[in-house]
């Protein structure tokens, strides 16, 4: 009974936690899962906007707190089970030493006593005692030997066990790590948003038109349908154009949209503008990962506004209303306001009237490949 007691207590001892706090953070999260469901179906408004961030703010803290939370239990129980583990350790040694001892003891007594003992017994009584107290040897040493196996058994089980919460530990920090990054993501996307409308529910939704009109504007210069003045041709490294300063048709401030196009289909100009110049990201981490030939088009350093393809801003801010794919990269110059071709080619002055204003860019026809060009817009041609 102490024997099944004894491993009763190890197979079975487990911690037990309160699920209140647990429960309360997985049903508060629920609420504002559902709240921000029903705030997207809602009209686009700035008051709407700031709502989910809010909310999906504290959604995130309340999936920080949990995370936290798991990962205290989860400690909890590895240093529970390492305290088992030692614990078995000692017992097992302990058993190990004790069945050597009485396998030792229930050696000599077989010596004592051989087959024919009972002849040189005193009486026959003496023989059965004798046999009877091997037998009882023999048959503690045997359970003795299976507790030994069977602990040894409970240890391998509980350090699988170990090795699987230290493996869901290490997830757990992980994701922790992560969402404390969003956190200060999310605070970034209100400070912006609030920084780019002014609180301002007229200008949030001047945004969203001024973004739709550089989107279409945009798609119809890609396919052709810009006005264009060829210029003639023009060298790597030749000045092309002036960055306009402030706002100007569908930018809401400083900056040029540099494109690559072949044909009618945008690449990623970080797969021809070269690696090894100085910027500073303001993108939020979109990533910066030049790799060709190419000059860039302005002088470093340079600060890095928004990247190509799916990025920071489309994923987390108003502009992911408009388009869901940054089709150039938004850069802006430190120390110098003017534009360069990185290319050598045909230079093309154009523009595209949009229903408000006059979006002016310029383009480089590649020299080496007619289909191949560079697109600098929001520019000023002198």
């Known amino acids: 009974m ?7 207590y190890f197979i079975f001892r487990s911690p037990i936690y309160a699920v209140t ?6 049903a508060q999260i629920e609420i504002y899962a559902t709240k921000l469901t029903v705030l997207r179906k809602q009209k686009n408004s700035l008051s709407k906007e700031l ?3 809010n909310t ?9 707190k949990q995370t936290e939370l798991s990962i205290k239990i989860l400690t909890q129980e590895i240093d529970i089970l390492n305290q088992d583990i030692a614990k078995l350790d000692n ?13 030792k003891q229930s050696y000599r007594l077989s010596k004592k006593m051989p087959p024919y003992a009972f002849i040189f017994s005193h009486t026959f009584n003496d ?8 037998s009882i040897v023999q048959l503690n040493n045997r359970q003795n030997i299976e507790k030994d196996e069977t602990m040894q058994q409970i240890k391998k089980n509980k350090k699988q066990e170990l090795s699987n919460k230290q493996e869901q530990l290490t997830v757990l920090e992980k994701k922790l790590s992560v969402q404390r990054i969003d956190l200060i993501s999310q605070k970034k996307i209100k400070n912006k948003l609030l920084s780019d409308t002014k609180n301002e529910e007229s200008r949030y939704q001047a945004l969203l038109a001024q973004a739709q009109a550089e989107l279409y504007a945009i798609e119809q210069i890609l396919v052709g349908n810009g006005e264009e003045v060829e210029v003639g041709n023009v060298a790597k490294g030749d000045k092309i154009a002036t960055v ?28 021809y503008l070269k690696n090894g110049i100085s910027y500073q990201d303001f993108s939020v981490g979109d990533p910066f990962n030049p790799s060709g030939s190419w ?15 799916k990025t920071w801003s489309v994923a987390h801010t108003w502009v992911g209303k408009i388009y869901q794919f940054h089709n150039g990269i938004d850069i802006t110059s430190e120390s110098d306001q003017k534009v360069y071709s990185s290319i050598s080619g045909k230079l093309f002055r154009g523009k595209f009237n949009t229903k408000s204003c006059v979006l002016k860019y310029v383009r480089v026809q590649d020299s080496a490949n007619s289909s191949l060009s560079t697109l600098s817009l929001h520019v000023n041609y002198f």
Request: hydrophobic share 35%; net charge negative; glycine share 6%.
């Open 2 to 8: 102490v024997v099944i007691l004894f491993l009763f």
């Open 21 to 26: 706090e647990a429960d309360s953070i997985s």
């Open 51 to 53: 709502d989910i961030i």
């Open 56 to 64: 999906t703010y504290s959604q995130t803290e309340l999936k920080i």
């Open 91 to 103: 017992s097992i040694n302990q058993t190990t030493l004790y069945l050597l001892e009485r396998i």
């Open 127 to 134: 023989y059965l005692n004798q046999h009877k107290y091997i």
């Open 244 to 271: 306009i300063q402030g706002q100007s048709c569908s930018s809401g401030g400083t900056h040029i949209h540099f494109m690559v196009k072949n044909n009618n289909t945008t690449q990623n100009p970080f797969s």
């Open 295 to 309: 000059d860039w088009p302005i002088k470093e350093k340079i600060d890095f506004n928004q990247g190509y393809g």
